[in-house]
């Protein structure tokens, strides 16, 4: 059959206030492809069983980054090797980071899906465009962005409100940032204790740490770019074992922005395939993609499998190609 096949979620921010997106999205797609709404890890694994038979051209996710990274997983585990169709992100959640960070336009996604058929249909003269990146595999997980002690903490905070978007989000750092400097408790810079292993011997050593986060894409959120080296060397992702105080962190919040390096007094750095975070607590807590997420015993996160993610939904728009990865279909 070919065509784009679009995943809904029915619980991301922009379809809670849109209860007709679904519809309306269908009614957009028309014989252009298929429009399923994935309530449960159960829908998701029969409508990705459902779009493999399908032979789907373009795997369309209508939510955040939270949504982008389950359904990725699901479909990993549907597909197993066999590679997965060009992913077009239709946006629609709280957080967008990974769409932003790759360059997807800006956008609802019922205007992002419009654009993505034009694209489709002329794509015989205008080949469609897109990126490479590679997911992490996180324990049982897929995802761009991992992180544990102040990202899970800045995660846990934004999270106790109902009213979840961009500016919420930069109230919560700002707020974060205030606390530290007029020395106040804040649960977004608690700390995570223990020890990450690499497969060449290094190790990130045993001790506290604002946070060990990792990235095959070069942003957190709100534009920030620690994981600038993520497409340094092939198959493998950038780690972090940021070990300064809450206070040097707020320092070098500007040169996070500008994607500079904090300097070895601040955080351990490594180019990895592979890593083994043990926590002195035995429970490591973290964050996939925006999703909290909590894991007994040593957690494994390794290189996963290169996805290619559609860019260009609409005629003139250039995608952020990192240096190795820009094609077209």
């Known amino acids: 059959m070919g065509g784009i ?3 809904i979620n029915p619980r991301s921010r922009q379809n809670l206030s849109d209860p007709r997106a679904a519809v309306r999205l269908a009614r957009a797609l028309g014989d252009h492809g298929v429009v399923r709404t994935a309530r449960t890890r159960e829908d998701l694994a029969r409508i990705a069983e459902d779009f493999r038979k399908l032979s789907i051209d373009v795997l369309g996710i209508s939510g955040g980054d939270g949504t982008n990274h389950v359904t990725i997983t699901g479909f990993l585990d549907v597909y197993e090797d ?21 360059g997807v336009p800006r956008g609802r996604p019922d205007g992002l ?20 990146r590679h997911v992490m595999h996180i324990g049982a997980h897929y995802g761009f962005i991992f992180g544990t002690g102040c990202v899970h903490g800045f995660i846990a905070e934004y999270n106790r409100s109902e009213e979840r978007n961009a500016i919420w989000a930069a109230k919560v750092l700002a707020r974060a940032s205030a606390a530290v400097l007029l020395k106040t408790d804040t649960q977004v810079a608690a700390r995570w ?40 060397r092939p198959e493998s992702f950038h780690m972090l074992g940021i070990h300064t105080s809450a206070l040097g962190f707020v320092r070098k919040l500007r040169d996070i922005w500008r994607a500079q390096p904090m300097g070895e007094a601040h955080t351990f750095e490594k180019i990895a395939q592979r890593a083994v975070l043990e926590a002195r607590s035995g429970v490591v807590r973290y964050v996939c993609d925006g999703d909290v997420h909590e894991h007994v015993g040593p957690l494994t996160v390794r290189i996963g499998p290169r ?23």
Do not use: C
């Not at 060009?86 to 932003?100: C, S």
């Not at 654009?115 to 080949?127: K, M, N, V």
């Not at 996805?307 to 279909?329: C, D, F, M, Q, Y």
């Open 307 to 329: 996805v290619k993610i559609l860019v260009e939904h609409k005629t003139g728009h250039r995608p952020v190609a990192s240096r190795r990865t820009s094609h077209e279909v």
């Open 193 to 232: 204790e223990g020890r990450v292993h690499f497969d060449d011997g290094s190790a990130f050593p045993d001790r506290d740490y604002l946070a060990v986060a990792a990235g095959t894409v070069d942003q957190i959120g709100l534009g920030f770019r620690p994981f600038h080296r993520y497409d340094e």
């Open 5 to 7: 096949g679009v995943i």
């Open 82 to 102: 066999e590679p997965l169709p060009p992913i077009a992100f239709l946006r629609g959640g709280t957080m967008n980071t990974v769409a932003n960070a790759v």
């Open 113 to 132: 899906l419009a654009g993505l058929i034009a694209r489709y249909t002329d794509r015989g003269r205008h080949p469609l465009r897109w990126v490479e």
